[in-house]
């Protein structure tokens, strides 16, 4: 059944990102206000260039317990810079690539989401581990 699945079918698009130039804290505001755990980096030509994930956001910038949840430092987070915290050139697939080849990746290298690019890498789309789950969970019937 994945073999037949193209990766247009289930990424989210359009990704949300942040461009290279971002702060950090960007980053964080980003995450937290539209519920994510993966940025695909940009280029100013809109070509994707690194991946930055929460986790790596934790695990540089722990955040501070409050009575409502968490909150950062953003002073601190500004000392950050993108291009040294994210992933430089991720793992990419294409549109058209199958469903079975983007889990098999996932899942050997223990990935949690695979951007989605054209030819030239702009990015078109994400998938990650949710997207997977749902398309899962809507085809067990």
Known sequence: MFRN???REIMASPAV???IQDSFKKVEEKFRM???RHLPVLDDAGRIVG????????????PHPTEDGYVFDTTFLNGFILKYVMTRDPMTLGPDDSLAKA????ARNK????PIVDSEKKILGIVTETDVL???SRNLI
């Open 134 to 136: 749902k398309f899962v």
């Open 111 to 114: 990935y949690g989401c695979i």
């Open 5 to 7: 699945v193209r990766l």
């Open 103 to 106: 889990v098999e990746i996932m």
């Open 17 to 19: 990102t942040v461009n």
């Open 34 to 36: 539209k519920g994510i």
């Open 51 to 62: 991946l930055v994930t929460q986790r790596d956001l934790f695990r540089i910038a722990p």
